[in-house]
T-cell receptor, first 114, second 114 residues
Framework: AQSVTQLGSHVSVSEGALVLLRCNYS??????LFWYVQYPNQGLQLLLK??????LVKGINGFEAEFKKSETSFHLTKPSAHMSDAAEYFC????????????FGGGTRLMVKP | NAGVTQTPKFQVLKTGQSMTLQCAQD?????MSWYRQDPGMGLRLIHY???????DQGEVPNGYNVSRSTTEDFPLRLLSAAPSQTSVYFC?????????????FGSGTRLTVV
């Protein structure tokens, strides 16, 4: 079965520091890749997605992610963390099953210290 | 444009009770799905539908039923609630477009089974 692994259930960074959230997937073919953000007691908001084409994808709020097929990775980065980035982040993939439903990683909670 | 609407937002059930979580979308999306979110486990697929009259099981279908009589509605039924079904439930609709698959999530239903 296909799976998505997010390394680090909790990541803490200082305001202004680099944010790096890791995501690896298991698949023999390139899937569609997504990053979602969830603020406390809210639903899921799409940050960015990769389908085809350029492997560096830019999203909202200054985030970007790079699809590396050789490493089966899709890590999320932001050059400078802001307090408002504190949230839970989910990596997800689709393209594996009928209906192309999403398979999610376990999530990473990002904490930003002043 | 309401997107995906879930009702209720909060619900407390007693063990053994049954209930239906409602989900409606107004975007004419062909695909709909239900996920549950539990701490550390991300979102897991319960059931999904690839069109009216067509449903299938996801990763964690036990204890839940679905039906899809119209394109717009995809209710999730808990037959006999158990404490293990305490979770946050998200409904999503999706489509295949020029940019690949797009997914829209509802705001969630927080269910507590006591």
């Amino acid at each position: 079965a296909q799976s998505v692994t997010q390394l680090g259930s909790h990541v803490s960074v200082s305001e202004g520091a680099l944010v790096l959230l890791r995501c690896n997937y298991s698949s023999s073919v390139p899937p569609y890749l997504f990053w979602y953000v969830q603020y406390p007691n809210q639903g899921l908001q799409l940050l960015l997605k990769y389908t085809t084409g350029a492997t560096l994808v830019k999203g909202i709020n200054g985030f970007e992610a790079e699809f590396k097929k050789s490493e089966t990775s899709f890590h999320l980065t932001k050059p400078s963390a802001h307090m408002s980035d504190a949230a839970e982040y989910f990596c997800a993939v689709s393209g594996f099953n009928a209906g192309n439903m999403l398979t999610f990683g376990g999530g990473t909670r990002l904490m930003v210290k002043p | 444009n309401a997107g995906v609407t879930q009702t209720p937002k909060f619900q407390v059930l007693k063990t053994g009770q049954s209930m239906t979580l409602q989900c409606a979308q107004d975007m004419n999306h062909e695909y709909m799905s239900w996920y549950r979110q539990d701490p550390g486990m991300g979102l897991r697929l319960i059931h999904y539908s690839v069109g009216a009259g067509i449903t299938d099981q996801g990763e964690v279908p036990n204890g839940y039923n679905v039906s899809r009589s119209t394109t717009e509605d995809f209710p999730l039924r808990l037959l006999s609630a158990a404490p293990s079904q305490t979770s946050v439930y998200f409904c999503a609709s999706s489509y295949m477009g020029r940019g690949g698959y797009g997914y829209t999530f509802g705001s969630g239903t927080r269910l507590t089974v006591v």
